[in-house]
């Protein structure tokens, strides 16, 4: 069974950095595609960033320059780095995977985490 944890979030004032974590296990050989999303409530899910298979990356253009998405396959861990967060950044981040190839930010997965919280406030 595939298990997707996040970890990282919390709270921080604008400007600053959170580093977000996920660790995922079972069976993930056959991913194509992991990423980030957030949502917001009463807003529609967006896409963050994605990576495929072939380490083809994809940022919303709204993080791109500030946020970079990586991952470690020995740890079999997905990162998302965040700095220079704005409040606009604040929502509930979650983590994904796909069979299929991602051909941008995607915000719809196979599979998804839990979620954390990332709230970015003075």
């Known amino acids: 069974q595939v298990q997707l944890v996040e970890s990282g979030g919390g709270s921080v004032q604008p400007g600053g950095s959170l580093r977000l974590s996920c660790a995922v296990s079972g069976y993930t050989s056959t991913f194509g595609c992991r990423g980030w999303f957030r949502q917001v409530p009463g807003k529609e899910r967006e896409g963050v960033a994605s990576?495929?298979?072939?380490?083809?990356?994809y940022y919303t253009d709204s993080v791109k320059g500030r946020f970079t998405i990586s991952q470690d396959n020995a740890k079999n861990t997905l990162y998302l780095e965040m700095n220079s967060l704005e409040p606009e950044d604040t929502a509930m981040y979650f983590c994904g995977a796909r069979g299929g190839l991602c051909f941008g930010a995607y915000s719809t997965f196979d599979y998804r985490g839990q979620g954390t919280q990332v709230t970015v406030s003075s």
């Open positions: 990576i495929n298979k072939y380490r083809n990356i």
